[in-house]
């Protein structure tokens, strides 16, 4: 799954530039998600009162509505974008507003200030109300999605790649960098996606069909555990696949 974020801020043709991307990912056939940050402290889809309200307040923690033609799966509490991502399965998500992520990144500004305010290594794009003014800013292209919305995907689909674990700096330094790094020599093409090793190695957990990644440290734990109890086992060999169900593995 590849993930691009667009962030700048309100009223700088964020949606706009979203919506653009959208468009294009889908008349080339991928499937594309989309996730939209909001930074409003009173927002809330359910209002007071309401019988899911209800349910909620009643102590229910994930509660759906099942209308006629949606469905609104509402927790009651913020999700961190990984988590989030781990409901999707598509070939492309883009985000609106994220900016805490180690993915590509498209700056939306009325005026170079705010392009400053927000430029960082993973921004490899500036697009918004800014593009009716300027093509080219800092060495990288400002585009104006309006005009050229055909150009912003294919600079998107140039520079996605399948999104990084985004694990904190001091949790993993595999690939001899944090995930945020990583990403900006990827985008320069000073590095590959490869170069980060997690979710390549030989051990490989999932938790209710989803797979969780692991820093090399916790693979290994996790593998020594198991090894040290199974290598006493009768059945036993040495280099053999060895799977592990916790939980209802009848019919597995
Ligand atoms: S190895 Fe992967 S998860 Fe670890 S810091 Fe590098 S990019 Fe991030």
Redesign the pocket.
Known sequence: MKVISVVGITKSGKTSVVEALIRGLRKRNHTVGSVKEIHFEGFAIDTEGTNTDRHRKAGAQLVTALGLHETDVLFSEKLGIMQVLSFYGHDYVVLEGVRDI?APKIVTAHDTKEVDERLDETVFAVSGRIAKELSEYRGLPVVNCLREPERLVDLACEKAFEL????D?E?????????QA??SLILRGEAKRE????GSGTVKLSIGGRDV?M?PFVENILKNAVLGVVRELDGYRQDADIRIGIGDVRGR
């Open positions: 180690a990084l674990p985004n694990f700096a949790c993993c330094g595999a690939c001899g960098h944090s995930c990583l990403c170069d980060c090793p997690i990644p820093v």
